[in-house]
């Protein structure tokens, strides 16, 4: 949700190159939220048809998609093949922010963190290099040192996330992006919204950095340098990523024709999906990934995975 919404303005405001990375399929049940997509989308990775979308309306903007999950292990080589000067938080959870944190302080690179659960939503700009005329801002384990406890915040599974939450905090994303494009300095402000109420809240962010923290102060990237999970639950969508082991000759082709003789098998560019049992689906992309859909217990899901996958 906030992703689409992302992209959407930075392309509608001339941002030169947009490089979108995203693990996932769209579903029918995205569509309230996501902004760039279509019933006829439903099934596709969701850079592509979010790329296809945007190369609509702006033909000037130099747009990349990558079909793949973020994680310790590549985000680094990801930031490198885009040439990303600026990074933006599209994400649904709290790891992958927390990651985005580390690589963004390791690098000096300026990201906007955005968040939106039900109706309530926050922003923040973390500059760790910014111009002569103003100081670093804090970053986000200044503010928030340790990600949350299972269960300590509400989730999206629960929750839900309403629509237009969403689009106001992407679209003070956006805002804060351009400022850091066109060399302005950031606002140092923690802003939390409650678009249901129409509350808002500025938290003064001037004060906020640490020389105790763990990221910024000690320059100790425990997320970058942590393993990726082999399996995660998708918020709100009772579907589990596991990442399987793919050797030097996988393919899409060798594997499809492995399963097809036991599947009705869809197959793209990009993915292969099949029904492998009563309420049980599978999407298997190019990198190896599998998305198990019809439950949200990552044990099961990595069974699953290795009864039909192997």
């Not at 309306?57 to 130099?62: G, P, S, V």
């Not at 885009?82 to 990651?99: E, P």
């Not at 999970?229 to 393919?251: D, E, I, K, M, W």
Request: proline share 6%; hydrophobic share 45%; aromatic share 4%.
């Amino acid at each position: 949700a906030l992703g689409t919404v992302l992209a959407d303005a930075l392309v509608r405001a001339g941002v030169g190159r947009v490089t979108l990375v995203d693990r996932d399929i769209v579903e029918l049940t995205n569509l309230q939220r996501q902004t760039l997509f279509a019933e006829a989308d439903v099934g596709s990775p969701k850079v592509i048809a979010a790329m296809a979308r945007l190369a609509e309306i702006n033909r000037h903007t130099d747009l990349h998609a990558e079909v793949r999950d973020v994680g310790p292990d590549n985000i680094e080589l990801l930031i490198e093949r885009s040439g990303a000067t600026l990074l933006l938080d599209g994400t649904d959870n709290a790891a992958t922010r927390y990651l985005i944190n580390d690589v963004a302080l390791k690098r000096g690179l300026p990201w906007v963190y955005g968040g939106c659960v039900g109706v309530e939503g926050r922003v923040m700009t973390i500059v760790p290099s910014p111009a002569p005329s103003s100081k670093p801002t804090p970053c986000l384990r200044c503010v928030f040192p340790e990600p949350p406890l299972p269960g300590e915040v509400a989730t999206c599974d629960v929750a839900g996330v309403l629509g237009p939450a969403a689009g106001i905090v992407a679209n003070l994303q956006a805002a804060a992006a351009i400022r850091i494009l066109v060399g302005e300095p950031p606002v140092a402000k923690l802003l939390t919204l409650n678009a249901w109420d129409w509350r808002f809240r500025e938290i003064d962010l001037a004060d906020a950095k640490s020389a105790a923290c763990p990221c910024c102060g000690h320059r100790r990237f425990e997320f970058l340098n942590s393993a990726a999970a082999p399996a995660a639950s998708l918020c709100g969508r009772n579907s589990v990523q596991v990442r399987t082991h793919v050797s030097p000759n996988f393919s899409l082709d060798r594997t499809e024709a492995a399963l097809r003789d036991r599947f009705d098998v869809h197959r793209t560019e990009y993915l292969i999906s099949l029904d492998a049992e009563p309420g049980i689906g599978l999407t298997l992309f190019a990198d190896g990934r599998a998305l198990v859909h019809g439950t949200a217990d990552p044990a099961r899901a990595r069974a699953i995975v290795s009864r039909y996958l192997g």
